[in-house]
C-alpha cells in the first residue's frame, strides 16, 4: 500500500511539473472558418505528361493500353476520367483512400520518364475552427506538430452517445466542462487520503489534493492542488465553439468522472476497481455504472513491472470492447519500468513538444505505442498544453486555465481522437484502434530527438486516424516496388483454389517442421473456430516450427487485391516469432507474432499484388517460431479482389475461456 502511494504520486507530480498561479488567462483574438484543410480522402490523381512525350501521335499507345501500363506500375487499376487545364489528365483509383496512400502512387507514377507530375487531387474544404476565446495558444491542436484536430473536426466533432472516462483526481466544476459530464464514482477506500471526510460514495468531484510537508509515508515536499483531472478533462471534451475559454478535442461525448487519486496518490486496488466500473464491469459494494466508458484515460502510474492485477482487468476490459490510453510517465526512463504503461493491450502514450521533439521528461521505449502533444517549459509556459483548472491552491477556488506539461497531458489527446474515431465508427475493436492510430500516424521531423523505436509509429493524426476509420478498416496496404514489364490482360482465372479450407487441403500444399495438419478443422486446445465453416489453417502453435501453406495463383487485372482473415495468438514479447506473406520467396507482408499484437478475435488484412498483374506466382503463408514462447498464427477466407477496403462482418471476440496461445498437442 505504501509502496504503490509513493510511486502513484510522484507520477501525478512530475505529470503536472511544479504549480504556478492559476490566474485565468487574458482572451486571444478568436479565430474565424477561413482555413483550407485537406481533410478528406481522395479517389483520383492529377497527371501531366511532358512536352517530349508521345501520347497523341502515330506511333503512341491507345487509350486502353497506356492506362494498362499506369496501373501496371501504380500497383492499383486506374481509369482516364477526363482531361483538365493545363494539358493535365485526372485518373480515377478504383475507390477512396487516405490521401497518403493515394501519394505513394503517384509517386510510382512519377518514376515514369514520360511523367512531368503526378499528384492526388485532393479535396480542399473549409476547416472548422472554433470560436472559443483561448483557442489560439492550443497549439497542440493545430500546429505543425499537433495533432491536426481541426481537420478531423470537418468529420466529426464526436458521437453524444459515447462516453469517455477520467480515471483520476476526480473534476471540478467549471463552467467549460458544464454539461459535459455524467455521474461518475468515488473509488477512493482510505478516508484521510480522501480528503472528502468519507471513502467510496458517488461523488466523484475533486476536493482538492494539496499535501504538507512529509504529510505522505515516505515524505515529501509541500505540494498545492494539482485539479489534475480537471485539466485532463478539459483536453477530451472542454466545451468548444461557444466562444468562451478552450476548446476541447471532442465537443459532443460525454466524460465519465472516475476519482481514484486524493492526497498522495492512490493504491492500486482503488485504481482497477475504478477502471473495471468505468468499463461497465461489476465491482462489489458498488452500484452498477449506467454509462459505460468505450473509452478510458489513465494519466497516472509509477515505477512497477505490469502485475497480475492490472494484466487481468486491462484484459477484461479490452475483452468488453473499451479502449485504454494511459502516459508512458516522466522520469525521462524506459517505459518499460513502470505501470501500467508496461502492461499489454493498452495504449501507452509519450509525449512531444512543440518542435516534434520528445519532451525532456517523457518515458520512452519499445512499449510506447505512439506520441501526441504533452509540452514543456514547465507550468505556466505557453509551449506546454492549455486546458481547464481551478484556482483554488488547496480547496476548491475560481475557475481557471492553466498550461501543464506531461505525458499526463499527451495521454488525453490520444483519448480524445481515439473517442472521434468511435464516433464515426463504434465497432472498432481495441486492437483496431490502435492499428489505425499507427499506420496514420505523422512522421517525427528529421533528427528529432524521438524515433520509432523509442517513441512509438509517430505523433498522432487526428484527421487521417478519424479519416480511417470512417472509410472503413483500412487494413495495412502493401505496395509493391513498381515492376515496368509488358502488360497483359491474357492470363485468365486469378481464383484461389479452396481459400475458405472447406476441402481440407485441397488445392494447398502444406509443410510443418514438427509434422502438423496445418489446414484443420480442429482447433483444440485453443479458443479459436473458423471465421467461416468449419475449416481453417493453423500455422506456428509451438517452439522451433517453420510450417508454411501455398499454392500457384495467377493475379488477375481485376483482382489484384490479395484478402485474408487471420488471428494471431501469441504468448512470445515482440522480435522473436514472425509471420509471412511470399510471392516467389519475397516477403510482401510481415507480421510480428507477440503478445501485444494479438488480434483478440479474427482480422481482415489486405495486400496490394498489383506489380505481379498477369503473371502466375507463388503465394506462400509462412510462420517461423523460435525455442522460446508459444506463437500461433490462424488464417481464413483467403481471397482476390478488387477492394482495400474493410466490407463489413463481424470480427468475434474470444469464445469461451481457454487460451488462443495454447500450443499444439
Not at 484536430?149 to 473534476?171: H, K
Not at 487471420?566 to 522480435?575: A, E, K, N, R, V
Request: hydrophobic share 40%; charged share 10%; proline share 5%.
Amino acid at each position: 500500500m505504501i509502496g504503490i502511494l509513493r510511486t502513484t504520486w510522484r507520477f501525478l507530480v512530475v505529470a503536472v511539473l511544479l504549480l504556478a498561479a492559476t490566474a485565468p488567462l487574458s482572451a486571444a483574438q478568436s479565430l474565424v472558418d477561413s482555413d483550407i484543410a485537406l481533410a478528406s480522402p481522395a479517389n483520383q490523381i492529377i497527371l501531366k505528361y511532358k512536352a517530349s512525350a508521345d501520347v497523341s501521335g502515330r506511333n503512341a499507345p491507345n487509350q486502353s493500353d497506356r492506362m494498362q501500363a499506369l496501373s501496371a506500375v501504380a500497383g492499383i487499376r486506374l481509369t482516364y476520367f477526363r482531361p483538365m487545364s493545363g494539358e493535365a489528365h485526372v485518373l480515377r483509383l478504383p475507390e477512396y483512400l487516405p490521401v497518403a496512400d493515394v501519394q505513394r502512387i503517384a509517386d510510382r507514377l512519377m518514376a515514369l520518364p514520360d511523367v512531368e507530375y503526378a499528384e492526388p487531387d485532393r479535396i480542399m474544404r473549409i476547416t472548422l475552427t472554433p470560436n472559443d476565446t483561448q483557442y489560439a495558444s492550443q497549439w497542440h491542436y493545430f500546429e505543425t506538430y499537433g495533432i491536426n484536430a481541426p481537420a478531423a473536426w470537418d468529420i466529426t466533432t464526436g458521437s453524444s452517445g459515447l462516453v469517455v472516462a477520467v480515471i483520476d483526481t476526480g473534476i471540478r466544476n467549471h463552467a467549460d466542462l458544464s454539461g459535459r459530464t455524467v455521474t461518475g464514482y468515488d473509488f477512493i477506500t482510505n478516508v484521510t487520503t480522501a480528503n472528502d471526510g468519507n471513502g467510496r460514495d458517488n461523488d466523484a468531484s475533486d476536493p482538492g489534493d494539496w499535501i504538507t510537508l512529509n504529510q505522505c509515508p515516505g515524505g515529501n515536499p509541500a505540494q498545492n492542488s494539482s485539479w489534475h483531472g480537471t485539466h485532463v478533462a478539459g483536453t477530451i471534451g472542454a466545451n468548444s465553439n461557444n466562444s468562451t475559454g478552450v476548446a476541447g478535442i471532442n465537443w459532443n461525448s460525454k466524460i465519465l468522472p472516475v476519482r481514484v487519486l486524493g492526497k498522495c496518490g492512490g493504491s492500486t486496488s482503488d485504481i482497477v476497481d475504478g477502471m473495471r466500473w468505468a468499463a461497465g464491469l461489476s465491482v462489489s459494494g458498488v452500484p452498477a455504472n449506467a454509462n459505460p466508458a468505450k473509452v478510458l484515460n489513465l494519466s497516472l502510474g509509477g515505477p512497477s513491472s505490469c502485475t497480475a492485477t492490472w494484466q487481468n482487468a486491462i484484459n477484461a476490459i479490452n475483452a468488453v470492447g473499451a479502449t485504454i490510453v494511459v502516459a508512458a510517465g516522466n522520469d525521462n526512463a524506459n517505459a518499460s519500468g513502470y505501470v501500467p504503461a508496461s502492461c499489454n493491450g493498452v495504449i501507452t502514450v509519450s509525449a512531444t513538444n512543440r518542435t516534434g521533439n520528445k519532451a525532456s521528461y517523457s518515458n520512452f521505449g519499445a512499449v510506447v505505442e505512439i506520441s501526441a502533444p504533452g509540452g514543456d517549459g514547465g507550468t505556466g509556459s505557453p509551449n506546454a498544453v492549455l486546458s481547464t483548472l481551478n484556482a483554488g491552491t488547496t480547496v476548491p477556488g475560481a475557475d481557471s486555465y492553466q498550461f501543464y506539461n506531461g505525458t499526463s497531458m499527451a495521454a488525453p489527446h490520444i483519448a480524445g481522437v481515439v473517442s472521434l474515431m468511435l464516433s464515426v465508427n463504434p465497432t472498432l475493436t481495441p486492437a483496431q484502434v490502435l492499428s489505425i492510430l499507427q499506420s496514420t500516424a505523422q512522421d517525427f521531423p528529421g533528427g528529432s530527438t524521438c524515433t520509432t523505436s523509442i517513441c512509438g509509429s509517430g505523433i498522432v493524426d487526428a484527421a487521417a486516424a478519424v479519416i480511417q476509420s470512417n472509410t472503413g478498416v483500412l487494413t495495412e496496404t502493401v505496395y509493391l516496388p513498381a515492376v515496368l514489364r509488358n502488360y497483359s490482360t491474357s492470363a485468365g482465372g486469378g481464383s484461389i483454389v479452396n481459400g475458405a479450407f472447406e476441402s481440407g487441403a485441397t488445392g494447398w500444399t502444406q509443410s510443418s517442421t514438427n509434422g502438423f495438419p496445418l489446414i484443420t478443422n480442429n482447433f483444440s486446445p485453443t479458443a479459436v473456430t473458423a471465421h467461416g465453416g468449419s475449416w481453417g489453417a493453423w500455422l506456428g502453435g509451438t517452439s522451433n516450427e517453420t510450417s508454411y501453406i501455398q499454392q500457384t495463383v495467377t493475379i488477375p487485372s481485376g483482382s489484384s487485391i490479395l484478402s485474408y482473415w487471420h488471428w494471431i495468438g501469441s504468448s512470445d514479447t515482440c522480435g522473436f516469432d514472425f509471420a509471412y506473406v511470399r510471392v516467389n520467396g519475397v516477403n510482401v507482408d510481415t507480421l510480428n507474432l507477440c503478445s501485444a499484437n494479438n488480434t483478440g478475435g479474427w482480422v481482415r488484412r489486405t495486400v496490394n499484388l498489383g506489380a505481379y498483374i498477369g503473371q502466375s506466382v507463388q503465394l506462400q503463408f509462412r510462420a517461423q517460431t523460435d525455442s522460446s514462447v508459444n506463437s500461433n498464427w490462424f488464417l481464413d477466407d483467403v481471397a482476390l479482389g478488387a477492394s482495400l477496403l474493410f466490407q463489413g462482418g463481424d470480427t468475434p471476440v474470444l469464445p469461451g475461456n481457454a487460451s488462443p496461445e495454447a500450443p499444439r498437442k
